[in-house]
């Protein structure tokens, strides 16, 4: 067995038949609109979200913030989430680009609820910003999943008080799939919705922005503004054509290996993991024992070939996150290891 490397979904690699692709894409020059693999990649992203149009943007951050730079007039005001990776995980990117200022919700649950849309919406007023956009996440950065009607009741609060809505979706098909739902119905939840073809479906770069199409057509020129337009991006596009037409199929696989290794690692002295909140590939857990150092934990997993993250997310809490380069074998040594490591303490 190779590395096994938890640290995030972020570190998957492309697949064999994504590198075939890769090279025997056919290219043009997509700043001209002529690179036939990513207008096909466009199409089919437009497609699976239920939108008109969709834009192939570098990482899940550019989609974020071509999506804001295209929903708001300077100075708006955005509500979002505390937690939700616009705001903390994107350097106050909104701020810098787009001139944002913020109205965050801070629910221990990290959801954003329509009673704080309304909340935190401005009263028409000289003195404050106007209300811009609401900014939604799906799945959640702490790896759970938003149920659809909360999702909606948020949006709806928002189109009633005559703001859009962009829903983050990085990891939309983990959220669809916890949900029992067509990644539609939580696109249809907001006017633009960025997700990643990189991250758990395998791709090596890349995201989509999804709307209407005069959306789009704002947000191609917004990309151009954050130096984001490519050249010969089919030659990404293909993999991300494979990431949406077959690696979405198994991302059941690190669904069930994230709560495998969730009820192993509770079963473990010294280790708390909260179960009910393993929705997706991601385990949060918390060391419950006196002597446990995180830098200490993670030379320990080092040594055997296991690569964590020994920087808590918020709450004291570490997360380990399955992906396709986890098999079930993997997780068997991992927790082998940890169970090791626990003893010692
Ligand atoms: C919820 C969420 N949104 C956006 C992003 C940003 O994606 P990228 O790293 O491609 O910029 C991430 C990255 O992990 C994410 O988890």
Redesign the pocket.
């Known amino acids: 067995m190779g590395v096994i490397d938890l640290r995030?979904d972020?570190v998957t690699q492309p697949t064999d038949e994504m590198r075939a692709a890769m090279a025997g894409a056919e290219l043009g020059d997509d700043v001209y609109g002529d690179d036939p693999t990513v207008n096909r990649l466009e199409a089919l992203a437009a497609k699976v979200m239920g939108k008109e149009a969709a834009l192939f943007v570098t990482?899940?951050?550019?989609g974020?913030q071509v999506s804001i730079m295209t929903h708001i007039q300077r100075g708006e005001e955005i509500i979002a989430g505390v937690q939700s990776?616009i705001i903390h995980?994107e350097a106050g990117a909104a701020a810098r680009l787009s001139g944002a200022a913020y109205a965050l919700a801070d629910n221990p649950d990290h959801v954003v609820y329509a009673a704080d849309v309304r909340r935190l919406t401005r009263p028409s007023d000289i003195h404050f910003p106007r209300t811009g956009l609401l900014c939604l996440?799906n799945a959640l950065?702490d790896g759970t999943a938003v149920p659809l009607k909360t999702m909606r009741a948020s949006s709806e609060a928002a189109w009633e008080l005559g703001f859009k809505v962009h829903l983050?979706g990085?990891?939309i098909f983990n959220a669809a799939l916890t949900l029992g739902a067509d990644p539609k119905e939580l696109a249809a939840c907001a006017d633009s919705v960025m997700f990643?073809v990189?991250?758990g479906l395998c791709a090596p770069v890349g995201?989509l922005v999804c709307g209407t199409r005069e959306f789009v057509e704002q947000a191609r020129r917004n990309r151009k503004v954050l130096g984001g337009a490519m050249r010969q991006a089919g030659v990404l596009a293909a993999a991300g054509i494979i990431a949406i037409e077959k690696m979405t199929k198994r991302l059941w696989e690190d669904h069930e290996n994230a709560r495998y290794l969730g009820e192993k690692l509770a079963r473990i002295p010294g280790i708390k993991v909260n179960e009910e909140k393993i929705h997706i590939n991601m385990v949060f857990w918390e060391a419950a024992a006196p002597g446990f150092d995180s830098a200490d934990f993670v030379s320990f997993l080092a040594k055997r070939n296991i690569k964590a993250s020994g920087v808590p997310r918020g709450g004291g809490l570490y997360r380990m996150v399955t992906h396709n380069g986890v098999s079930r074998a993997a997780v068997d040594a991992v927790v082998e290891a940890v169970k090791e490591y626990a003893a010692g303490l």
Do not use: I
């Not at 990482?59 to 550019?62: D, E, F, R, Y």
């Open positions: 995030s972020t990482s899940g951050t550019q974020n990776h995980y996440e950065c983050d990085a990891r990643c990189s991250k995201s």
